[in-house]
């Protein structure tokens, strides 16, 4: 009887570890770009900030593949999320926005337009900084061949 038991034993944890071996390779990491923000990068030969892309750095990511990985990484873009490393290398960025979310994308022919909800008007503000914002998402967007184009809606988002 207890050999028996034994056995058993032995055949669930062996039908546990290929569930979990089964778990792990099926689901498949892609490393993705979020471009964030700079102003050392960003400057002209007075130090005046330019609000140019040249002051966006991508950052890497892993993140699991799935049917909508654009608007995955847009959502991962948006929750701001920078390392001690990045901020140390005056990487920085001002997402989350209160109350801002990302609620649907749309891919046709090349135009990539992503659906916001912004209730407290957080996409707003000065021109250098509504440009930032809106150049992190696109060109974070833009990293995906099939992206050339991004629209935002609604159409009041990102305006200074």
Known sequence: MKKLKFISLLSLMFVLTLSLI????????VTIKLYYYNS????????????SEKGLVPVERKIEDSENLIEDTIKLLLEGK???EEKSR??????PL?????????LKDGVLTLYFEDPY????????RVKILWMQIENTAKQFSEVKEVKFYPEELFQP
């Open 82 to 84: 920078l390392t001690d």
């Open 121 to 128: 008007f957080k996409t707003s503000g000065g021109a250098c």
């Open 22 to 29: 089964a778990c792990e390779t099926s689901a498949k990491e």
């Open 90 to 95: 005056g990487i920085s960025t001002e997402y």
């Open 98 to 106: 209160e109350g801002v979310k990302l609620t649907k994308s749309e």
């Open 40 to 51: 050392d990068l960003d400057k002209d030969v007075s130090g005046n900030v330019l609000c």
